[in-house]
Structures are given as structure tokens and as C-alpha cells.
């Protein structure tokens, strides 16, 4: 097994839910607990809004803080991608999605190989983790705010590793209450 890092993206401001979701119970703790466990055989970085209650996660887990959330995704990976060692790849995973585990995470983190980068699909839609080598982290510093993961994910000079996986880790997040309550928390 490479030596990697998950980044836990956690920044988000929740809007189509009403507020901050990621403390919301979900089995044994919470929504954001539940990702974090799935990266627990790795260094974790959890980057969160000043609204999310981080007291709750393992000791091990570094936490910067996004105080401008609404900057979007591409800031929060550029924050954590500038804490993370140069030589470690990194496993992006986003921090409404309960579902994602161990298996997942260490599966997608191997599969890289000699690419660039690493995600599940299922039926041609990408999902989660993104795994991405410390040649395409060099990318994430360029991200504009408003970009997303995929502005690098899909990158033209990069090379991809795409693996089928039916597994719903990879897909199902908690975007509204709905979504919730299909969760059976």
C-alpha cells in the first residue's frame, strides 16, 4: 500500500439542506464521522467551515479551518493540499457522504498505480474518493475559486484509471432532507 493522504472536504455551507448537516446522527455518530472512520488507516485532513463541530473527531485527524466557505470547493482543496506532505498522493473524499468505506478508500488509493489519477464509475458517472498523484496535486494550485474536483479530475494532460465499482460509498451524499431520511440514519 502507497503512503497517501484523505482529505476530507467538509467546507460546504449546506444550503439545500437548510444549515450545517456533517453533525447530523448517522449510525454511531455522526455523517462526518462516518468518512473520517473510512479513512482512518491513512493521515487524515479534514477542512471545515468554523460552523461544523469538529470536537467529536480522532486526535489523529488534522483540521484546518475554511473561513470563507463560500469560496467553493477548489479553496478548501487548495487549503488542505498546501498541509499535505509534497510526496503523498491524496484521496479526496466529500464530507456528506456517509456511506464511503475502509474498502473503498484503500481499494481507489491502489488503484492509482502509475496514473495521475483514481475514481470509481459506475455507468460512466465518476465517483468518490478522487485519488490524485503528487503530479496532478501541482494542478490543484491553480484552481479558481468556483472550480471544482472534476476541473482537475478530468484534466486533459492527465492520465486516469476509472474502475468500475457498484459500491453506494462512491455516490449516495446528503444534499437535502430528503436525502437524509432515505439514509436511514
Do not use: W
Amino acid at each position: 500500500m502507497r503512503e497517501a493522504t484523505c482529505v476530507v472536504l467538509a467546507a460546504g455551507l449546506g444550503t439545500r439542506m437548510g444549515g450545517e448537516k456533517l453533525s447530523k446522527p448517522f449510525r454511531d455518530g455522526t455523517i462526518l464521522d462516518a468518512v473520517v472512520q473510512a479513512c482512518a488507516d491513512f493521515p487524515t485532513v479534514v477542512v471545515a467551515s468554523p460552523a461544523v463541530p469538529l470536537d467529536v473527531l480522532p486526535h489523529n485527524v488534522q483540521i484546518v479551518i475554511n473561513d470563507e466557505p463560500e469560496r467553493g470547493m477548489a479553496h478548501s482543496l487548495r487549503l488542505a493540499n498546501s498541509v499535505v506532505p509534497a510526496e503523498h498522493p491524496i484521496a479526496v473524499l466529500l464530507g456528506d457522504k456517509p456511506l464511503v468505506s475502509a474498502t473503498l478508500v484503500e481499494r481507489m488509493i491502489g488503484e492509482l498505480g502509475e496514473n495521475d489519477v483514481a475514481y470509481p464509475v459506475r455507468a460512466g458517472k465518476p465517483g468518490h474518493p478522487v485519488v490524485f498523484s503528487t503530479f496532478a496535486r501541482a494542478l490543484i494550485v491553480a484552481l479558481r475559486d468556483g472550480d471544482t474536483i472534476h476541473t482537475v479530475r478530468d484534466h486533459e494532460m492527465l492520465t486516469r484509471r476509472t474502475v468500475e465499482i457498484n459500491d453506494e460509498g462512491a455516490y449516495v451524499d446528503v444534499d437535502t432532507e430528503e436525502d437524509y431520511r432515505r439514509l436511514g440514519p
